[in-house]
Nanobody
Framework: QVQTVESGGGLVQAGDSLILSCSISGRTASSSAVGWFRQYPGAEREFVASIRGSSGRTRYADFVKGRFTISRDNAKNMVYLQMNSLKLEDTAVYYC????????????????????WGQGTQVTVSS
């Protein structure tokens, strides 16, 4: 059974930092594509960042470039999202997803590329 479990969300002030963690079981993160997505109430889920395969190739949405960093701990089978300089508009539920099909590696920004999703963790940024 493949599972992803997010943790680390919370309430922070604008400008603060937060680290989200994604614990993966049932599949090796280093042989998969793992993505972070976020969702506002009433909106579609959107891509934030991804890390793929043994090379650890990363991809970021334009709106987080320079502020967020995705990383992976192969020994712990964990993926992290370091979020710096948080803005009010970063408030959302953040989801960790994993995929291991060809499309997962070729189209890491697409929701359809991922097969398993966590329950999400709420990040709230206040002024």
């Amino acid at each position: 059974q493949v599972q992803t479990v997010e943790s680390g969300g919370g309430l922070v002030q604008a400008g603060d930092s937060l680290i989200l963690s994604c614990s993966i079981s049932g599949r090796t993160a280093s042989s998969s594509a793992v993505g972070w997505f976020r969702q506002y109430p009433g909106a579609e889920r959107e891509f934030v960042a991804s890390i793929r395969g043994s090379s650890g190739r990363t991809r970021y949405a334009d709106f987080v470039k320079g502020r967020f960093t995705i990383s992976r701990d192969n020994a712990k089978n964990m993926v992290y999202l370091q979020m710096n300089s948080l803005k009010l508009e970063d408030t959302a539920v953040y989801y960790c997803a994993i995929g291991f099909r060809g499309d997962s590696f070729s189209y890491p920004t697409s929701l359809a590329s991922y097969d398993y999703w966590g329950q999400g963790t709420q990040v709230t940024v206040s002024s």
